[in-house]
């Protein structure tokens, strides 16, 4: 007796533990259900608009909550430092311009005669320096025969020496005059050198870019929006010293959002770009239809905002799905749910 319950008891189990396994098998072998419903957050581009050129903000034409269109005004910087700057740049260009056409014109008829003048004049200075150093010469001469005889002192020969020197010195200078007229007159009629046009053509061009740079930071004074969209953050406010490539706001373009939604994985395979879902937010109401147009090639952890730890523990696919936001549902941060049905 004994034994036939031992041997039944044993069947009951194996059964039991057949079935379970094939229970087991058909689960993992079924396949997924023709719909799931997952979920996820809107997001949406964010474009910090700053400056280019340091300033003090002087006026900020947005708030948070305005529309702005692509190209719009939306903050001022103060320019009083670069338009002095800027007319200063101007002045520059001016003055160097003029003295590159005095170089290109070449030498003016009463240059020339000016600088002959000048020749004339030193090559004038020339005899009577000579004339006067003969005479100290012929006065040192006399002197030091003088002294020679007894007859003369040692002090009136070294004065006479010295009236040589000088007299020497004086006709130096005079023929270094002549040599210098006379370059400064062949430099007149030969006109300017390439050198000295191609510096003045060169000075006139770096104003001339100094000019371009002050007029450009002019203009990025007057900061424009580079997106349509919806000011979502001010950073900013009047008075404020603005740095370089510091925010002043932050313009959302709520025009085209996108769900980021999490797939399981025995599903990414039945998924497609430009599938069409149904995505839903908690406010209820009918779905608003959206596109998949992004899958990732890789696995992840559910994000910790989405569901419950049970949920955020699995591995899990990003899907972006394309929003139509025509009646401004769809806001950066809201939690969505989307349906997706499988093609049969």
């Given at each position: 007796?004994?034994?036939?319950?031992?041997?039944?008891?044993?069947?009951?189990?194996?059964?039991?533990?057949?079935?379970?396994?094939?229970?087991?098998?058909?689960?993992?072998?079924?396949?997924?259900?023709?719909?799931?419903?997952?979920?996820?957050?809107?997001?949406?581009?964010?474009?910090?608009?700053?400056?280019?050129?340091?300033?003090?903000?002087?006026?900020?034409?947005?708030?948070?909550?305005?529309?702005?269109?692509?190209?719009?005004?939306?903050?001022?910087?103060?320019?009083?430092?670069?338009?002095?700057?800027?007319?200063?740049?101007?002045?520059?260009?001016?003055?160097?311009?003029?003295?590159?056409?005095?170089?290109?014109?070449?030498?003016?008829?009463?240059?020339?005669?000016?600088?002959?003048?000048?020749?004339?004049a030193a090559r004038a200075d020339v005899p009577p320096a000579e004339a006067e150093l003969a005479s100290a010469e012929l006065d040192v001469q006399r002197f030091e025969q003088l002294l020679a005889a007894n007859?003369?002192?040692?002090?009136?020969?070294?004065?006479?020496?010295?009236?040589?020197?000088?007299?020497?010195?004086?006709?130096?200078?005079?023929?270094?005059?002549?040599?210098?007229?006379?370059?400064?007159?062949?430099?007149?009629?030969?006109?300017?050198?390439?050198?000295?046009?191609?510096?003045?053509?060169?000075?006139?061009?770096?104003?001339?870019?100094?000019?371009?740079?002050?007029?450009?930071?002019?203009?990025?004074?007057?900061?424009?929006?580079?997106?349509?969209?919806?000011?979502?953050?001010?950073?900013?406010?009047?008075?404020?010293?603005?740095?370089?490539?510091?925010?002043?706001?932050?313009?959302?373009?709520?025009?085209?959002?996108?769900?980021?939604?999490?797939?399981?994985?025995?599903?990414?395979?039945?998924?497609?770009?430009?599938?069409?879902?149904?995505?839903?937010?908690?406010?209820?109401?009918?779905?608003?239809?959206?596109?998949?147009?992004?899958?990732?090639?890789?696995?992840?952890?559910?994000?910790?905002?989405?569901?419950?730890?049970?949920?955020?523990?699995?591995?899990?696919?990003?899907?972006?799905?394309?929003?139509?936001?025509?009646?401004?549902?769809?806001?950066?941060?809201?939690?969505?749910?989307?349906?997706?049905?499988?093609?049969?």
């Amino acid at each position: 007796m004994t034994t036939h319950r031992s041997r039944t008891s044993a069947c009951l189990a194996t059964l039991l533990v057949t079935l379970s396994a094939a229970l087991a098998a058909g689960c993992r072998a079924a396949p997924p259900s023709d719909r799931i419903r997952v979920s996820g957050q809107v997001d949406a581009t964010e474009v910090q608009v700053a400056s280019t050129v340091a300033g003090r903000l002087i006026e900020r034409k947005v708030s948070e909550g305005t529309h702005v269109d692509k190209g719009a005004v939306v903050a001022v910087l103060d320019t009083a430092d670069t338009e002095l700057a800027l007319n200063r740049a101007r002045a520059d260009v001016a003055q160097a311009e003029a003295q590159l056409r005095l170089l290109q014109a070449g030498a003016r008829p009463e240059d020339v005669r000016q600088s002959e003048a000048q020749l004339g004049a030193a090559r004038a200075d020339v005899p009577p320096a000579e004339a006067e150093l003969a005479s100290a010469e012929l006065d040192v001469q006399r002197f030091e025969q003088l002294l020679a005889a007894n007859s003369g002192s040692r002090k009136q020969r070294d004065d006479a020496v010295a009236r040589r020197d000088v007299a020497r010195e004086r006709v130096q200078a005079a023929r270094e005059r002549i040599r210098v007229a006379e370059q400064g007159l062949a430099r007149v009629r030969a006109g300017a050198r390439r050198e000295e046009v191609d510096a003045a053509r060169a000075r006139v061009d770096a104003a001339a870019a100094q000019v371009a740079t002050l007029q450009k930071s002019l203009s990025d004074a007057t900061i424009v929006a580079p997106v349509s969209g919806v000011v979502t953050t001010t950073v900013a406010d009047e008075g404020e010293l603005i740095q370089p490539r510091a925010p002043i706001l932050v313009i959302t373009d709520l025009d085209h959002p996108w769900a980021n939604v999490y797939v399981d994985e025995p599903y990414v395979p039945r998924l497609r770009v430009g599938d069409t879902v149904t995505v839903f937010t908690d406010a209820g109401g009918p779905g608003v239809p959206g596109r998949i147009s992004y899958i990732s090639e890789r696995a992840e952890f559910t994000p910790r905002n989405v569901q419950t730890a049970e949920d955020r523990s699995k591995l899990v696919y990003r899907i972006k799905v394309a929003l139509d936001n025509a009646n401004g549902t769809f806001k950066s941060g809201m939690p969505v749910e989307a349906e997706i049905v499988f093609a049969r």
